[in-house]
């Protein structure tokens, strides 16, 4: 995996979040959810999308969730990471994503950038935006 950062000094710690983002997709929608402020933005093939509570997030990974498994999609790792510090609290982090089968064959990939703030809550996701390939 590459990985770099950039200049500033914030407690984000890119991989330990996309790893728990990335657990999260193997326990439901609501636990997605969970990792994005309110509301949030997300851009994704062509559409942009405001979700301006945790239940209009949810009921969007709801369907993500059921697009992904329809695919054939168990897993997720990422194989590229570039994160760098915004200021004190904010950061970015550039992911590419790749989407794998129960036997861990790759599926598919995608690439998505997280722009994030951290809040009392800890980081959350402001806006998402998947990389039209």
């Excluded at 992904?68 to 200021?87: I, K, P, V």
């Excluded at 989407?99 to 806006?127: M, P």
Aim: proline share 2%; hydrophobic share 40%.
């Amino acid at each position: 995996m590459n990985m770099s950062h950039g200049r500033g000094a914030t407690s984000f710690d890119a991989e330990a979040f996309l790893n728990a983002y990335r657990d999260s997709f193997v326990q439901g929608s609501a636990v997605i959810a969970s990792f994005y402020a309110e509301p949030c933005v997300t851009a994704r093939m062509g559409q942009v999308r405001i979700n301006p509570s945790r239940s209009d997030t949810t009921a969007l990974f709801a369907e993500v969730d059921k697009q992904y498994r329809a695919r054939g999609f168990t897993h997720a790792d990422y194989e590229l990471l570039d994160a760098r510090d915004l200021g004190g609290n904010s950061a970015l982090a550039t992911a590419r994503w790749a989407y794998k089968s129960a036997d861990g064959q790759v599926i598919w990939r995608t690439t998505f950038t997280y722009n994030l703030y951290r809040s009392v809550e800890g980081w959350r996701i402001l806006l998402q935006t998947m990389h039209d390939d």
